[in-house]
Nanobody, 123 residues
Framework: AQLVESGGGLVQAGGSLRLSCAASGFDSDDYVIGWFRQAPGKEREFVGDIYWRTGATTYANSVKGRFTISRDNAKNTAYLQMSSLEPEDTAVYYC?????????????????WGQGTQVTVSS
C-alpha cells in the first residue's frame, strides 16, 4: 500500500489550506486513514482520522471545529481541510493508514505513512 500527500504550503493566520492523501494498493475499504503532525522539537501529534468504509471521523481537541477530514471514494483520496489556521498549527503533516479495531491515537498503530507535507502559518 502507498500514501502520497500533497497540498502543503505557506498561509497567513486565519487562512485555510487543504491537504490531500492519495491511497493505493489497499485490498478493501476496511481501513483507517489518520492525520498526524510534527512540529520542530515536538513529538508527532494525532490530528484526526477517518474510517474509510463509513466515513466516520474523530478529531483531536486542538483542531475540533477548525479541521475537517473527508474522503472521495472515486479518487481514493482523503482530505484534511484546515480553517482558521494559527501559527501553532505549523508542522509537517502526515497521513497514515492502519487496520480498524480498537481506536487509538497512537502513531505506532499505523503501518503505512505518507512522505509528509510542510504547513507553515505566518502570524
Amino acid at each position: 500500500a502507498q500514501l502520497v500527500e500533497s497540498g502543503g504550503g505557506l498561509v497567513q493566520a486565519g487562512g485555510s489550506l487543504r491537504l490531500s492523501c492519495a491511497a493505493s494498493g489497499f485490498d478493501s475499504d476496511d481501513y483507517v486513514i489518520g492525520w498526524f503532525r510534527q512540529a520542530p522539537g515536538k513529538e508527532r501529534e494525532f490530528v484526526g482520522d477517518i474510517y474509510w468504509r463509513t466515513g466516520a471521523t474523530t478529531y483531536a481537541n486542538s483542531v475540533k471545529g477548525r479541521f475537517t477530514i473527508s474522503r472521495d471514494n472515486a479518487k481514493n483520496t482523503a482530505y484534511l481541510q484546515m480553517s482558521s489556521l494559527e501559527p501553532e498549527d505549523t508542522a509537517v503533516y502526515y497521513c497514515a493508514a492502519r487496520l480498524p479495531g480498537r481506536w487509538s491515537a497512537s502513531s505506532t498503530r499505523y503501518d503505512f505513512w505518507g512522505q509528509g507535507t510542510q504547513v507553515t502559518v505566518s502570524s
